[in-house]
């Protein structure tokens, strides 16, 4: 019985570690990112977005952020997409603390704007700096 019940948890836990196919996007919020990152070539992947970088949140679509500070992005691909975020009707909240911006793994709520309520959650990934290509 032992080997029946390992037998089985074994593919279970090779599923769960078979990475996920990224999201595809749209024409639409493709040409929305590429406007904003004309020009720009990316940085290396930062665990947490600096608190000055935090203020001008664009949202993409339902898998992918950008917070734009002067004339650095820094593109944020959700771990776990905020389902209906990109509509336009929700907002994401996310909570900090120690004077830090916002970091890969915390969990941001979505609110729904009419009602103020929490409407589900999404997981943040690593934030990528875009600054402007030199030469």
């Known amino acids: 019985m032992k080997s029946l019940s390992l037998l089985l948890a074994v593919p279970a836990l090779a599923a769960c570690s078979t990475p996920l196919e990224p999201p595809t996007r749209t024409a639409a919020a493709e040409e929305h990112l590429q406007k904003l990152l004309a020009g720009k070539a990316a940085g290396t992947p930062m665990a947490c977005l600096p608190s000055h970088g ?31 975020l990109g509509s336009g009707w929700y907002s994401l909240i996310t909570r900090t603390s120690g004077g830090r911006g916002p970091c890969s793994g915390d969990i941001a709520e979505i609110a729904d704007l009419s009602s103020g309520m929490t409407v589900g959650s999404c997981v943040l990934g690593d934030f990528v700096p875009y600054t402007r290509a030199s030469g």
Do not use: K, P, Q
């Open 54 to 84: 935090a203020g001008s949140m664009v949202v993409i679509d339902d898998n992918t952020l950008a917070f734009r500070h002067g004339s650095r992005v820094y593109v944020n691909e959700l771990r776990s997409g905020c389902s209906r």
